[in-house]
Every structure is written in structure tokens, then in C-alpha cells.
């Protein structure tokens, strides 16, 4: 009899122990949090994309960074999971928390990342692999009040990689209340400054001695300021976004204790709860067109000044026009690079193009193009609008004679080549002499399409009255 | 046979005005508008079929082209290149005729496709011209320092050319060169250009190019693919030239599509090849 009992204990507890592990090990799949959580979809999706996942060479479970080495496996790990998933059930929002907490011991095991390999590694960030980086200098220096964690840069959860960086939360920390290429924000923290001849006609030659070729450095010790190329480098405030706080908090005593930097940081970015971009705006860091410079001294009075210049000098497609961007604005010639010539129209100074600006850079023999191009533009844009108010005439004459739908579908036909045509027009054509004359093209094509139709009725009539004479 | 004129568009009215008055054009396109687009007549599609089969390297085509033009000492509108394959002792010599391949072109300005030589020409698009199709339709196109004529040839105008030499540099087989003993028009410091222009000046008279005319074997066949009783369409249906352009056209990696074809039974031009660096000397006759 008690030898029944103890046999009936040892299976229970068996069955038990059994039963725990099984729960246990069910319970810390992927497959169990990605899957039959659904709220997980989207993180368990980009899991599988990174290198943490399906497509990595070792798939790293969800366990084992979102719970420290040695609490993942424990039956407090799973408390803390029925403890969210009451939360999920007692709550009527559709995400339950904002952001996850993971450990940088998590990331740094030995048989992960170990600090000692990565630390000092020296490696290469960005869609190009051109922004050398190292894990060190990011560890050591931080703000009041902040710590670096590894979540603080490696944040994608739910769009695209899990852990990948996102270009955006370098530019808070880096572009945040700094000059252009000062301090934080300098250049070569970040890019090579290359030594290579900046004309492109010495890229590939031989060295002369005697020749002074033009690099960065060259630049730099002449006092010629980086902006005057690298236009616009950064863009973006960086400001606290005005409804940030209350997307969290709506507490008066909390949300009156915003403006205290170092609070806000330790609580939010020490602590790993929120990610820069929650708070602040986001900033751009990318090569602005070098062309607004130019324009932007016109730009306060008149908003949309230029425009159409604009738009011949760079050439995008129009209709059947193919991309024709102008030679000048490949090699980033900007407005004044031309437009040198001071002169006072209606008590205002302006700068006007002057063929002596081709000469300066090309040969003597480039002063006569300017004429010829003008004189080409001209006789185009003349050609066309004769045709033009050819058309429109010819449409009223025999309007009456057509059904009123072909009357309107003729008037859109004119209307359409009047816009390529005002490009031209009022962009002056020379900016781009190929381009302006492929747009005439356009209009003609649009204008030929109603004269073609139109011109037969006039030569008919014309006929008749010869007749009748 | 179509001629070609500078644009007055008055002028070409009067010309073709009764023509198009008769051809009733005018009722029938108001009563059918998109019915009208659709039977404009084509204008020819040019193309050579050099036959290598019957080509034995005689140089005639290269003479008569001389002589049909002023082409400088030293330069060459066609050639006649030659390939040896197989292995000695079984050997076996091959001559290739070469001349501009007055290729279609995949590149875009405005609704024309035009070739790598055309697009880079600073002088292109220019003025205004008209083409008119044998059936006396007209259609309209741009001219320029080198142009497309919507027959697919591919034409000089030395009057706009600056002698900047872009085109030269953008043709991948070579066949342009600067004509040493005459100035550009545009800038008389630098030399014209100097291509094979499809002998136009005979062509629009109704004469075939004299290195066709003087071809004794028969190896260059030239006419309108448009046509379909023609020689050319005929040869181009039995050898699928235009299917297989791959095999019978020079450097289709250039994909420039060439209307210069080469029937090819032993796919000997898939041996001849030339260095880009070097491909102007391609268009030197040498006879070794």
C-alpha cells in the first residue's frame, strides 16, 4: 500500500515537473510569441527579416533578449507574461506597451556580442558602407542625464529590421544644436574627407608638379566655407513636438516638469522607454539643391520666383520629353555662376547673364554662344506662337461648323502645348537650349494635332472663294 | 521617291495641298478622327542585308563609295574587315563589309527613338523639316548637326555642326571620323564629320547607293523593309533578321539596333570583335 502511494506521488510529481518543462519550453518559441499573441504580428514579422531571425545564421529566440541571461527560463519570466497578458485583457487599447526594456547584458553575453570584440571594432554604416562608426566613442560620451544603451540607436521593432538603426537617430544627437561641421556635428567624425583633385579632368591624369590642383584641403586652407558647396546639409528643428507628451501622459503635475532636460532624459531615453524621434521632430541630413540657394535671396518677396528657370535649368521629364537636364547644372553651376553682370533695372540692382561668364571658365571662342542660343530660342518660341494664335483663330472661324465636343476637345489640345510653351517663354529658354526646344516640340505636337484637322477646312474655303472669283 | 525639305509650312502646303485636298483627307478625318491616324502611310524603313556568303572581299563598294564621294585620303565610309576561324590546317577566311549601321536607336527625344550619336549632338533637335512618304503624307521631324530622318537614316548637316566631336566618341563601332580637308560649319577652327550617309542624295532620286550598285557579287542588298515584296523583306522573313538580332547585326551589346543586317550562316561575326579603345582604327581599309 505505501509502496502504491510513493509510486503514485513520484508520477504525479513527474507528470507535474514534466508538464512545467513542456509548458515552459512551448512557451519560450518565437512561434508562441509571434504567432498566437497576435498583438506581436509586426515584430515577429520583422524579426524574421533580420539577422536575429529566420534569415540570420543563428535564430535567436525572443527569450533571450527580451528577459536578462538566467530570468528567461525562470517561473518568474512567466508570471511576468500572465501579468501582460491581464494587462491586454483588462484594457480595451490596441497596444498595450509602448516600448520593451532590454538589457544590454542581454545583447553583450558572451556568446553574443561580447563587449571586449565589438567595442572597438571598427565598422561601416549606411546604405553605401561609407560612415565609419565604433561602438566605443558612443558608449563613453553622453548627454546629462542620458546613458547609452544598445536600444537607443538599435530601435527598429516594427517596420523593416528588428535592431536595425535608423539613420534618424544619429542626426538627434549628432545635428541637434550644433553649427555646420562644428563639434558633434563635424564632417569627418563621420566621412573621409576624399584628397582626390576635385576637377574631373585630373581625376585620372598624371601628377604635374608645377600644376596646383584644387582638393577639400585646398578649400579649407583658402577659408572657402563648406556650405558654399554642401548646401543645406541639414534641415529640421529637432524641437519637442508640441503634442509629444500627452501622447503618454495627461497628468498636469507630470506634463509641468517637461522643460527639465535631464529629468525627461533619465526617465525616457535611460530608462529605455521611448525612442528620440517620440519627442522630438525628426531631422534631415541629406544634400540639399544647390539651385535654391541662389534663389532664395528673391524668395521672400516673390515666394514662387524663378520657377520656371528652375525647371529648364534641371530638365525633368515633361510628357514625351526625356529627363535633359542642362550641362551646367551636372556640374552644379548654380544662377550666379552666369548671372554676374550687375545691373540696375527699375532702381533695383539684379545680376544679369553675360556671355562674359562662359568665357571665364571655357574659351574665348564661347562668348558668340549665348547669341546664337537666344537667337535660336527666339525664333522657336516665335515659330510656335504663331502657329498658336493660327490655331486658336482658325478654331473660332470654323467652331460652328464642328460639333461642340471637338471644339472643346481642340481647345484642351491648344491649352495643353500653352503650358510647354510658357515654360519656354517664361524661363527664358536659354537656360537649357536642347530642353526648350524639345518642349516646343511638345507644344507644336499638341498645336499640329488641332492644325492638321483645322487647316483643310481653310484651304477648302480658300479654294471655293478663288472659284467664285 | 520621298524628298526631303527644310520646314516652310506654308510652302510644303502649297505644295501638297491639292494632294491632300483631293485625297478627301479633310471629310473623312472629321468624320473619323482616330480612323485618320491609323492610315498614315509609313515612310520607308531602309535597311542593307550584307550577305557573307557572297562577299569575297573584293573592295569594290569601298572604291565606289570613294569615288561617289569626296572622302578624304585616309578615311573610310566602308570597309571591308575580314575574320579567319577554325584551326589550322582547317582554316577559313571571312570578309565582313562594314558602314554606318544608321541604327534605330532605343534612346528618346521627344516621340523619336534616335542612337547614341544622335542624342549626344549639341546641334540636335534644330530646325524644322518635313518628310513626305511616297504617298505623299507628311511627316514632321527635327533636324540637327547630325539627325534622324524618319526613314531611319541617320544624316549630316555640316552648316550646324560645331565640330565638337561628341558623336564620334558616343558610336560604338567607329564609323564616324573628323573629315580632315573640310571645316565645320558652325566653328571653321575644327573638321567636319564624315560618315556613311546611305548614299542619300542617289537614294532620293530612286537610285540605290553606289556600293550597292557596284557590288558584282551581290552581297549588299539594300531596299524598304516596310515593303513587304521587297528583296530585303523577303531575305529578312526567310533568315529571321530582324527575330534574331543577337546574331546578325554588328555589337548588339551596344543595343543601338543596327539596320545594317548580315546573313551569317556560320556565325562568323560572333568571332569578329574590335577593342572600344581602338575602334576608329576599324575603319581603315587595310588589305593584308
Redesign the interface.
Given at each position: 500500500m505505501k509502496k502504491g502511494i510513493v509510486l503514485t506521488i513520484v508520477l504525479i510529481v513527474f507528470l507535474a515537473a514534466a508538464g512545467v518543462l513542456s509548458v515552459e519550453s512551448y512557451t519560450a518559441k518565437p512561434q508562441f510569441c509571434g504567432t498566437k499573441c497576435h498583438i506581436m504580428d509586426k515584430p515577429y514579422k520583422t524579426w524574421q527579416a533580420s539577422k536575429h531571425g529566420k534569415s540570420g545564421k543563428v535564430e535567436v529566440r525572443c527569450v533571450d533578449c527580451h528577459y536578462a541571461p538566467g530570468e528567461k527560463m525562470t517561473l518568474h519570466a512567466k508570471f511576468k507574461g500572465l501579468g501582460q497578458l491581464f494587462t491586454y485583457l483588462s484594457s480595451d487599447e490596441k497596444e498595450v506597451r509602448k516600448a520593451t526594456h532590454i538589457a544590454d547584458i542581454s545583447c553583450t553575453t558572451s556568446k553574443c556580442h561580447p563587449a571586449d570584440q565589438f567595442m572597438d571594432k571598427k565598422l561601416k554604416y549606411g546604405e553605401k558602407k561609407k560612415v565609419s562608426f565604433t561602438h566605443k566613442t558612443h558608449f563613453d560620451k553622453t548627454i546629462p542625464g542620458q546613458e547609452m544603451h544598445c536600444t537607443t540607436c538599435h530601435i527598429k521593432a516594427g517596420d523593416e529590421k528588428h535592431f536595425e538603426v535608423p539613420k534618424e537617430q544619429c542626426y538627434i544627437c549628432h545635428f541637434r544644436k550644433s553649427d555646420f561641421n562644428k563639434g558633434r556635428g563635424a564632417c569627418n567624425l563621420c566621412h573621409e574627407i576624399p584628397t582626390t583633385p576635385l576637377q574631373s579632368q585630373k581625376k585620372n591624369a598624371q601628377p604635374d608638379k608645377d600644376e596646383k590642383i584644387i582638393t577639400h584641403q585646398s578649400l579649407e586652407k583658402a577659408g572657402v566655407a563648406c556650405q558654399s558647396c554642401h548646401y543645406q546639409m541639414i534641415r529640421g528643428e529637432t524641437a519637442l513636438m508640441p503634442r509629444a507628451c500627452k501622447e503618454c501622459h495627461s497628468d498636469t503635475a507630470v506634463l509641468a516638469k517637461k522643460n527639465d532636460m535631464k529629468l525627461m532624459h533619465s526617465e525616457h531615453v535611460a530608462k529605455q522607454k521611448a525612442q528620440c524621434a517620440d519627442c522630438h521632430q525628426p531631422i534631415v541630413h541629406k544634400e540639399s539643391d544647390f539651385i535654391e540657394a541662389a534663389r532664395l535671396n528673391c524668395a521672400s518677396c516673390h515666394p514662387d520666383h524663378h520657377s520656371y528657370q528652375k525647371a529648364l535649368l534641371v530638365g525633368n521629364p515633361y510628357g514625351e520629353v526625356p529627363a535633359t537636364p542642362n550641362l551646367m547644372y551636372n556640374v552644379k553651376t548654380n544662377c550666379l555662376g552666369c548671372h554676374q553682370k550687375q545691373e540696375v533695372l527699375k532702381g533695383e540692382p539684379v545680376l544679369r547673364g553675360a556671355a562674359r561668364a562662359c568665357v571665364d571658365c571655357h574659351t574665348k571662342d564661347h562668348e558668340k554662344l549665348l547669341a546664337d542660343w537666344e537667337k535660336e530660342v527666339q525664333g522657336e518660341v516665335a515659330f510656335a506662337k504663331e502657329n498658336h494664335d493660327r490655331a486658336l483663330a482658325l478654331l473660332d472661324e470654323f467652331k460652328d461648323r464642328l460639333d461642340p465636343e471637338r471644339v472643346a476637345a481642340f481647345k484642351e489640345q491648344i491649352a495643353k502645348g500653352q503650358q510647354a510653351l510658357d515654360i519656354v517663354v517664361y524661363g527664358n529658354g536659354v537656360h537649357n537650349k536642347k530642353y526648350a526646344i524639345m518642349l516646343i516640340d511638345e507644344a507644336m505636337n499638341s498645336i499640329y494635332a488641332v492644325l492638321d484637322e483645322l487647316e483643310p477646312l481653310a484651304e477648302e474655303q480658300n479654294a471655293t472663294e478663288e472659284n467664285r472669283q | 521617291m520621298s524628298t526631303n525639305r527644310t520646314d516652310d509650312?506654308r510652302e510644303m502646303?502649297r505644295v501638297s495641298?491639292a494632294a491632300?485636298?483631293a485625297a478627301g483627307?479633310?471629310s473623312t478625318?472629321?468624320l473619323q478622327?482616330k480612323e485618320a491616324g491609323a492610315a498614315r502611310a509609313k515612310a520607308p524603313h531602309w535597311v542593307m542585308i550584307m550577305d557573307l556568303r557572297r562577299c569575297m572581299g573584293c573592295r569594290a563598294c569601298t572604291v565606289a563609295c570613294k569615288a561617289e564621294y569626296d572622302v578624304p585620303l585616309g578615311a573610310f565610309k566602308t570597309v571591308v574587315k575580314q575574320v579567319v576561324t577554325g584551326k589550322y590546317p582547317d582554316t577559313r577566311r571571312t570578309t565582313i563589309p562594314r558602314r554606318c549601321n544608321h541604327c534605330e536607336g532605343t534612346?528618346?527625344?521627344?516621340?523619336m527613338t534616335v542612337p547614341p550619336c544622335v542624342k549626344v549632338c549639341?546641334e540636335?533637335?534644330?530646325d524644322?523639316r518635313v518628310f513626305i512618304t511616297p504617298e505623299g503624307k507628311k511627316i514632321?521631324y527635327?533636324g540637327g548637326a547630325t539627325y534622324k530622318r524618319p526613314d531611319g537614316l541617320i544624316l549630316l548637316d555640316n552648316d550646324s555642326c560645331t565640330g565638337c566631336g561628341k558623336c564620334i566618341d558616343a558610336c560604338p563601332y567607329g564609323a564616324r571620323t573628323f573629315n580632315k580637308r573640310k571645316a565645320a560649319g558652325k566653328?571653321k577652327?575644327k573638321h567636319a564629320i564624315v560618315k556613311c550617309t546611305s548614299c542619300v542624295h542617289r537614294l532620293d532620286e530612286g537610285v540605290t547607293p553606289a556600293c550597292v550598285n557596284t557590288c558584282a557579287a551581290g552581297a549588299r542588298i539594300f531596299g524598304d523593309l516596310n515593303d513587304p515584296d521587297s528583296e530585303v523583306a523577303r531575305l529578312a522573313r526567310e533568315f529571321k533578321l530582324l527575330e534574331n538580332r543577337d546574331k546578325t547585326t554588328m555589337k548588339p551589346e551596344a543595343k543601338t539596333m543596327p539596320n545594317i543586317f548580315y546573313i551569317d550562316p556560320d556565325g562568323v561575326l560572333a568571332d569578329y570583335s574590335f577593342d572600344e579603345k581602338d575602334k576608329l582604327a576599324e575603319y581603315r581599309d587595310i588589305v593584308e
Open positions: - | 509650312r502646303l495641298g491632300v485636298v483627307l479633310m478625318s472629321l478622327p534612346e528618346k527625344v521627344g516621340k549639341p540636335y533637335p534644330k524644322r514632321r527635327r566653328d577652327s
